[in-house]
Protein backbone atom coordinates (compact mmCIF):
# COMPACT_ATOMS: atom_id res chain seq x y z
CA UNK A 1 0.00 0.00 0.00
CA UNK A 2 3.07 2.52 0.99
CA UNK A 3 4.16 1.66 -2.68
CA UNK A 4 1.10 2.45 -4.18
CA UNK A 5 0.72 5.88 -2.50
CA UNK A 6 4.44 6.72 -2.75
CA UNK A 7 3.69 6.35 -6.80
CA UNK A 8 1.06 8.15 -6.69
CA UNK A 9 1.94 11.49 -4.89
CA UNK A 10 5.05 11.42 -7.03
CA UNK A 11 3.15 11.03 -9.62
CA UNK A 12 1.10 14.37 -8.88
CA UNK A 13 5.23 15.70 -8.70
CA UNK A 14 5.66 14.89 -12.22
CA UNK A 15 2.48 16.94 -12.90
CA UNK A 16 3.39 19.81 -10.60
CA UNK A 17 6.84 19.68 -11.59
CA UNK A 18 5.67 19.98 -15.51
CA UNK A 19 3.42 22.99 -14.87
CA UNK A 20 6.22 24.72 -12.45
CA UNK A 21 8.43 23.93 -15.83
CA UNK A 22 5.81 25.36 -18.05
CA UNK A 23 5.38 28.23 -16.12
CA UNK A 24 9.48 28.92 -15.26
CA UNK A 25 9.88 29.01 -19.36
CA UNK A 26 7.23 31.46 -19.81
CA UNK A 27 8.55 33.74 -17.43
CA UNK A 28 12.40 33.28 -18.46
CA UNK A 29 10.52 34.40 -22.09
CA UNK A 30 8.65 36.98 -21.11
CA UNK A 31 11.37 39.10 -18.55
CA UNK A 32 14.63 37.20 -18.74
CA UNK A 33 17.07 36.44 -21.21
CA UNK A 34 18.65 33.08 -22.97
CA UNK A 35 20.14 32.35 -19.59
CA UNK A 36 17.23 32.59 -17.55
CA UNK A 37 15.56 30.16 -20.54
CA UNK A 38 18.61 27.97 -20.26
CA UNK A 39 19.23 27.80 -17.13
CA UNK A 40 15.15 27.71 -15.75
CA UNK A 41 14.39 24.87 -18.26
CA UNK A 42 17.60 22.56 -16.69
CA UNK A 43 16.58 23.11 -13.22
CA UNK A 44 12.02 22.25 -14.27
CA UNK A 45 13.50 19.36 -16.46
CA UNK A 46 15.60 18.23 -13.74
CA UNK A 47 12.65 18.40 -11.38
CA UNK A 48 10.93 16.47 -13.55
CA UNK A 49 12.94 13.82 -14.16
CA UNK A 50 13.16 13.28 -10.84
CA UNK A 51 9.56 13.18 -9.89
CA UNK A 52 9.12 10.89 -13.10
CA UNK A 53 11.46 8.05 -12.41
CA UNK A 54 10.73 7.92 -8.45
CA UNK A 55 7.46 7.63 -9.49
CA UNK A 56 8.48 4.32 -11.79
CA UNK A 57 10.61 3.46 -9.32
CA UNK A 58 7.33 2.93 -6.66
CA UNK A 59 5.35 1.52 -9.43
CA UNK A 60 7.46 -1.34 -10.24
CA UNK A 61 8.47 -5.31 -8.80
CA UNK A 62 11.13 -7.14 -9.47
CA UNK A 63 14.19 -5.99 -12.04
CA UNK A 64 12.53 -3.27 -13.59
CA UNK A 65 11.77 -1.51 -9.92
CA UNK A 66 15.95 -1.95 -9.74
CA UNK A 67 16.51 -0.26 -12.55
CA UNK A 68 13.95 2.43 -11.98
CA UNK A 69 15.32 2.73 -8.39
CA UNK A 70 19.30 3.19 -10.16
CA UNK A 71 17.23 5.95 -12.17
CA UNK A 72 15.69 7.27 -8.86
CA UNK A 73 19.41 7.50 -7.32
CA UNK A 74 20.99 9.26 -10.49
CA UNK A 75 17.92 11.60 -10.99
CA UNK A 76 18.99 13.41 -7.41
CA UNK A 77 22.45 14.41 -8.73
CA UNK A 78 20.46 15.85 -11.72
CA UNK A 79 18.52 17.41 -9.78
CA UNK A 80 21.32 19.02 -7.10
CA UNK A 81 23.34 19.99 -10.28
CA UNK A 82 19.74 21.67 -12.14
CA UNK A 83 19.24 23.37 -8.57
CA UNK A 84 22.68 25.07 -8.75
CA UNK A 85 22.46 25.94 -12.95
CA UNK A 86 20.15 29.10 -12.42
CA UNK A 87 22.10 30.75 -9.52
CA UNK A 88 25.30 29.73 -11.55
CA UNK A 89 24.29 30.86 -14.86
CA UNK A 90 21.76 34.11 -13.79
CA UNK A 91 23.08 35.30 -10.89
CA UNK A 92 26.47 34.63 -10.65
CA UNK A 93 27.33 34.43 -14.26
CA UNK A 94 30.82 34.79 -15.90
CA UNK A 95 33.44 33.52 -14.60
CA UNK A 96 32.71 32.33 -11.26
CA UNK A 97 28.76 31.55 -12.56
CA UNK A 98 30.73 28.91 -14.93
CA UNK A 99 33.18 27.34 -12.87
CA UNK A 100 31.04 26.65 -10.60
CA UNK A 101 28.21 25.09 -13.54
CA UNK A 102 31.33 23.16 -14.36
CA UNK A 103 32.25 21.62 -11.19
CA UNK A 104 28.35 20.75 -9.82
CA UNK A 105 27.50 19.43 -13.02
CA UNK A 106 31.37 17.20 -12.80
CA UNK A 107 30.32 16.12 -9.86
CA UNK A 108 26.77 15.19 -10.71
CA UNK A 109 28.09 12.78 -13.95
CA UNK A 110 30.86 11.73 -11.08
CA UNK A 111 27.83 10.60 -8.86
CA UNK A 112 26.09 9.36 -11.56
CA UNK A 113 28.92 7.12 -13.00
CA UNK A 114 29.88 5.64 -9.17
CA UNK A 115 25.58 4.79 -9.10
CA UNK A 116 26.07 3.09 -11.99
CA UNK A 117 28.80 1.04 -11.49
CA UNK A 118 30.00 1.00 -8.01
CA UNK A 119 27.33 1.42 -5.67
CA UNK A 120 27.45 -2.79 -4.89
CA UNK A 121 30.77 -2.70 -4.76
CA UNK A 122 31.06 -0.55 -1.68
CA UNK A 123 28.05 -2.12 0.52
CA UNK A 124 28.61 -2.71 3.76
Not at 78 to 86: C, D, F, H, N, Q
Not at 101 to 110: D, H, P, T
Request: with cysteine; net charge positive.
Amino acid sequence: MEEKLNAITHGAGVILALCGLLSLILDAYRTGGIWHLVSFSVYGTSLVLLYLASTLYHSFTGRTKYIFKIADHAAIYLLIAGTYTPFALVSLHGALGWTIFGVIWGLAVIGIVFQLFFVKRFKL
